[in-house]
């Protein structure tokens, strides 16, 4: 039995190309929609929005796509990252199941989004683009498009939901130091904006109406793009880099682990991990179990519909496949702020639906103490989101001292928590509540939806 408490790569070990699991699917996603003429969205009405080499991506056929060297160099300023053995939480928990974890926190911006947003600053920089707009709403993803726009030379203007701008100044000063512009949205910058504050000069904002001014603007300008940091195909696949780290670090001790763990917010990190390890079950016979763990207070997967959805609040954006709680379901204000989104990308949602992929559900306060338990033992402080997947690592591990058997559990710690100590205190301090929906909140909230089902396939 190993005693290593960590598996490090060499730089020159990290992935040449990312993993496109799209042609290894038994069944294709439906085509996203657009949603006047219910017509299937090509490649050429992405065009005015996206960078080509990334559109060419969301709908590649290859299996491995290459990573660019200017983007292996980036990486290579915090990958590969350290595998962990959680031997301290292990012991606390006196299970015979082997815990390891993949900690994605060490990046510069202290989570795995970095990994997308340094490929797609590359890619506009590429093409000529001046300006890459986005949205954020704690602020992680803007964080780590700042980080990457400012590597590539590129103008980067993030708009910030107003009651994070205002209440959240911390991500707000390092998308600054990173050079990016932050407005609070709703801003006057925008038509969408305007509008909106015409109505309302109080609006607290939401992600949809910031998504809507982001889009806006890269609409209007040719030297202007949009970037979005989770859901869709190539920013889950710019993820893979993740998994297949650890596929070569858990081969160094000779292991295949039987659960993979990872929190969902739209699909981005838990594909990350996940996708490699799937690539195994589905061209080598593996049967590794892939555990999506989302909140109860926001439960898609495990009590949402398969339908189509629009991806943003205010229905702009094109009609995708998945599962949902419908796009104007607005979650309690959790403090994962991350996986508070209404669906989940179109293949993690094909994949749960050809029963490929698990998900559970977990209350805020279970995922608190959870990472509370794993702060005591392992050290590092986690990130809110990633405390749901903690939690999921736990109960597995507990079921193995259960049936006695020694499983191997591997799950994602997708970022850390430093900038996220106000939740804490609230979990310390009692003011945290737990979010279960009842069945009726459920069925009210999709209901609304008037949106075209999925043909069977
Ligand atoms: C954004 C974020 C998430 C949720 O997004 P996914 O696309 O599902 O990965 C989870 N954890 C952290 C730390 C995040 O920043």
């Avoid at 090509?42 to 491995?64: C, K, M, N, T």
């Avoid at 305007?194 to 607290?204: N, V």
């Avoid at 109406?209 to 209007?220: D, H």
Wanted: proline share 8%; glycine share 8%; hydrophobic share 35%.
């Amino acid at each position: 039995m190993s005693t290593r408490n960590k598996i490090h790569l060499r730089e020159d070990q990290l992935p040449e190309a990312w993993y496109n699991i799209l042609p290894h699917l038994p069944n294709q996603p439906a085509p996203a929609l657009n949603p006047q003429t219910l017509q299937p969205v090509g490649p050429a009405d992405l065009e005015p929005i996206f960078p080509l080499e990334v559109i060419r991506q969301e709908y590649s056929p290859d299996v491995w796509v290459p990573i660019p060297e200017p983007v292996r160099e980036v990486y290579k300023l915090w990958r590969p990252t350290p595998l962990f053995r959680a031997r301290g939480l292990e012991k606390a928990l006196d299970t015979p199941a082997a815990i390891y974890y993949k900690y994605e926190g060490g990046s510069p911006s202290g989570s795995h989004k970095p990994n997308t947003a340094v490929p797609q600053a590359y890619y506009n920089q590429q093409q000529g683009v001046k300006r890459i707009t986005t949205e954020t709403g704690a602020g992680q993803w803007g964080c780590a498009l700042a980080f990457a726009s400012q590597h590539f030379g590129l103008t980067c203007e993030i708009y910030m939901v107003k009651v994070s701008y205002e209440q959240k100044p911390y991500r707000r000063v390092l998308m600054n130091t990173w050079g990016a512009d932050v407005y609070p949205s709703p801003s006057n910058r925008t038509e969408s904006g305007r509008r909106i504050l015409a109505a309302d000069p109080d609006c607290a904002g939401s992600l949809g109406i910031a998504i809507s001014e982001a889009v806006e603007l890269a609409a209007q300008s040719p030297d202007t793009k949009y970037s979005l940091g989770s859901v869709l195909n190539h920013v889950l696949m710019h993820q893979t880099v993740i998994g297949q780290e650890c596929i070569k670090q858990l081969d160094e001790e000779n292991i295949i682990p039987d659960i993979v763990i990872a929190p969902f917010g739209g699909g981005s990190n838990f594909a990350g991990i996940s996708f490699p390890f799937l690539h195994m079950n589905l061209t080598k016979g593996t049967n590794i179990r892939c555990i999506a763990a989302e909140p109860t207070s926001c439960p898609k997967l495990t009590r949402g519909v398969f339908r189509y959805d629009f991806g943003d609040t205010a229905g702009f954006t094109p009609l995708l496949p998945m599962y949902t709680l419908g796009h104007d379901f607005v979650p309690a204000r959790i403090h994962a702020g991350g996986l508070r989104y209404h669906g989940a990308g179109a293949i993690v949602s094909q994949l749960l639906k050809d029963k490929l992929i698990e998900a559970q559900a977990v209350d805020q306060i279970s995922a608190f103490e959870s990472g509370v338990l794993f702060a005591r033992t392992e050290g590092i402080i986690p990130a809110p989101e990633a405390n749901h997947g903690i939690a999921v690592a736990i109960s597995e591990a507990k079921k193995a001292k259960e049936e006695g058997r020694k499983k191997t559990i591997l799950f994602n710690l997708c970022g850390h928590g430093h900038f996220d100590m106000s939740s804490y205190e609230a979990y310390f301090s009692g003011k945290l509540e737990s979010h279960e929906l009842s069945q009726a909140e459920i069925d009210e909230a999709i209901g609304k939806l008037h949106t075209p089902e999925v043909p069977a396939q």
